[in-house]
């Protein structure tokens, strides 16, 4: 069992850092270090009905692979996986 939720922890703490890292090392047109994510956190992406930062975010090569990546059956299985610990707290 100790075994399982190591494993459990670390398969988190590395997508944690996957998705942090894609989030913020995205490229934009701003120069921003933190790319699409300054203009999504401070609501500028969804003003009004302007949602060209937010596509600009999902238009990222990067971020479609990761979305591709999270459709996989690897990527279900750890959507399963985080959905389970989180029910469990």
Do not use: H, W
Not at 29 to 44: C, E, F, I, Q, V
């Amino acid at each position: 069992m100790k075994k399982k939720r190591n494993l459990l922890i670390a398969s988190f703490a590395l997508a944690a850092v996957l998705v942090v890292g894609q989030a913020a090392f995205a490229s934009n047109d701003t120069g921003s270090a933190r790319g699409g994510a300054d203009s999504m956190m401070n609501g500028s992406a969804m003003s009004g009905n302007d949602m060209s930062g937010m596509m600009q975010m999902m238009g990222n090569k990067d971020m479609q692979k990761m979305m591709t990546g999270m459709n996989s059956p690897e990527g279900k299985e750890m959507t399963k996986a985080c959905k389970a610990f989180m029910e469990s707290y």
